[in-house]
Every structure is written in C-alpha cells, then in structure tokens.
C-alpha cells in the first residue's frame, strides 16, 4: 500500500510563498510514475476541491483559482510531487491533501496523505 507524507505547510503573509512536498513511500519509482499525483485542498464545511494535478506523462492540470500562481512538479525517480505556490492569497488557506491515483484493469488505486496545514494571514 503506498503510503503519502506530506511535508512544508506553514504559516505565510499574503503575497508570500510556499512549496509543498510530498513523498510517497512503499512503491518503486517505476510503479510511482504510474500514477496521477494531485494535490487538493480543504476549508471546514467545504468540499475537498482539486488545485493541481499530474499525469505520468507530465501533462498537468491546474484549478482555475490558482492558475498562474501554483505550479506542480513530480520526481518519478525520488517518488516525490510538490506543489510551488507563489502570490499566496488568505482564500488559499486550508489543508492541503497529496493524492495518488492508478486506473488497473481491474482494480482502481487511491490513496491520501494526511494533509498539511496552510494558512495564508498578515
């Protein structure tokens, strides 16, 4: 089962940055870069939402909200993705989630990080 641990959350000013880093473990790099790595995040009361998310391929998808600020990246190699946040706004404030996601031919595979706190405040 891989496991995910995310790390680099924090507390930042409103224009700061922040690069979250998540490391999968327990899976070769050969069967990480299978996967569709992305990266959500969450405010109480609200539904967990996509920010960015990459295929395999490298081809990424990027939330409109973020577009232009966050930028997401993978390391097949170390099992690593991370996500690049720049303009910080105090709306970017949640917990964000790692997420990793392999369509089998006959079983689907998802997991979650435990999330990382990120709060974005003069």
């Known amino acids: 089962q891989v496991q995910l641990v995310e790390s680099g959350g924090g507390m930042v000013q409103p224009g700061g940055s922040l690069r979250l880093s998540c490391a999968a473990s327990?899976?070769?790099?050969?069967?990480?870069?299978?996967?569709?790595m992305g990266w959500y995040r969450q405010t109480p009361g609200k539904q967990r939402e996509l920010v960015a998310a990459?295929?395999?391929?490298?081809?990424?998808n990027i939330a409109a909200s973020v577009k232009g600020r966050f930028t997401i990246s993978r390391d097949n190699a170390k099992t690593t993705v991370d996500l690049q946040m720049n303009s910080l706004k105090p709306e970017d404030t949640a917990v964000y989630y790692c997420?990793?996601?392999?369509?089998?031919?006959?079983?689907?595979?998802?997991?979650w990080g435990q999330g990382t706190q990120v709060t974005v405040s003069s």
């Open positions: 997420h990793a996601l392999r369509i089998g031919i006959m079983n689907n595979y998802d997991y």
């Open positions: 327990k899976v070769s790099g050969g069967i990480f870069s299978t996967y569709v």
């Open positions: 990459i295929t395999s391929g490298g081809v990424t």
